[in-house]
């Protein structure tokens, strides 16, 4: 099984937590790919160098600066510095970001209805590279930057639809719109891990202990209806029902702190 | 033959300049490996973060504070525009550091008699993930940014003895003063090609069209005697010498912009 576990700022931002969590995923068993956000270091960059940081819809509007400074942070100190603190757990890593082998091509996303300048969404998945790399027992760990191949661009890439793009095309899905056009055809077993604020999709927001352990379609119609996933869940949880539906064997949504559990105690999203 | 290439500031500061040798570059034939250095980016982003840029001898001391802003320009910003610009010149780069895979581990210098912190020097090269991704057929791009194992540290280090330390390593040598323990036993034949502001070694060094084409110990001996050969292109002579005697078959002294030369337009140094 392919393990995918995707962190975000939470994590990134907070440096005892990040060794800890890179601790536990150092010791989880068998081929895994991590994928990290870029956290607040980016907007502290942009406020020292006056530019300025806009969000629309809580996703960054990447002008030509801020590209150069998310390529920066993410791609350089976010990156290599868990790609450090990986090897020193002993586990094998290798940074990596969308451009590198073509790793994940992305086109540029439309300026209508917002420009959200240079973001991307992704396209294609080099499988055969991911494939080659996993099989020499490197770990990889992926920055949300993409690449236009048509283009020549990077691109800021959403840290969650990265995760699930590589995801569903390691498991022999499309992870885009249009074709996929890898020669080499990859279908492994996958699972997908985000990894988040809180312990998994609570019954009850204020109580963590109220982890639901499994959802499936069905129920999560059921729990919409109940206003018990609302929010900035919806997206989240659509994104991950993609993901099952494109091929994926299994998503789970749960904390960091715990990914050394069985079943990562948290929430199981199945077919 | 296996091509390691390094440019300097000279070429990565210079946008222009930088986008032709890219495509000169991506039309080398064979196996090849870009190591860059890092250019004045970094002295920007320490200016604006208000960190002090103190240089000894012509190379930067690197504080804590430092070796972030370094890891995010070379490793970040300058790796990932490179590989950027090959790709969309038809080369299937991927950009790469110290850390990762282990690719270059180094050890921190001795705080004696100059501290420049964290700065250090190979020891190793993981030659068998270089050969296996040259063997995939891609081209390996080097930021200038090597890994203390022990530590499990980040370090900043001169970009020409990374590219000498490749070289060397890749053609069977030892790279580093301590015993190499890489259990795949690679040895190629290798070329290195240091490109500076230079056509090449010149007899007078107003006279551009006077390059000395190839050059062998003794008359680097007798250059020396001459007062031809001075200042800042000794270390680089000594360090090309070095490699040489260590098993690499060829190292060229030259322009990035007669990287598309027969014979690179440069100075030749042989055995």
Known sequence: MLKIVKIGGNIVDNPEKLDRFLVDFAALEGDKILVHGGGRVATTICRSLDIETVMIKGRRVTDEQTLKVVTMVYAGLVNKTIVGKLQRAGCDAIGLCGADGQLLRSVRRAPQPIDYGFVGDPEAVNT?????????????????????????????????????????????????????????????????????????????????????????????????????????????????????????????????????EPGYGGTTLVK
């Open 128 to 260: 055969g590279l991911v494939d080659r790399l996993l099989s020499a027992g490197l770990t990889l760990v992926t920055a949300p930057i993409t690449f236009d191949a048509e283009r020549g661009e990077l691109l800021n890439t959403n840290a969650d639809t990265v995760a699930s793009a590589l995801a569903v095309a390691m498991a022999g899905g499309n992870p885009g719109k249009g074709a996929s056009s890898d020669p080499v055809t990859v279908k492994r077993e996958v699972e997908l891990i985000y990894c988040f604020e809180k312990k998994g999709v609570l019954r009850n927001v204020d109580d963590e202990s109220s982890v639901i352990p499994r959802i499936g379609r069905g129920e999560f119609v059921r729990l919409q209806a109940e206003g018990v996933v609302a929010d900035g869940m919806l997206p989240k949880l659509e994104n991950a029902f993609r993901a099952i539906e494109n091929g994926v064997a299994r998503v789970v949504i749960c904390s960091a702190e715990s990914i050394s």
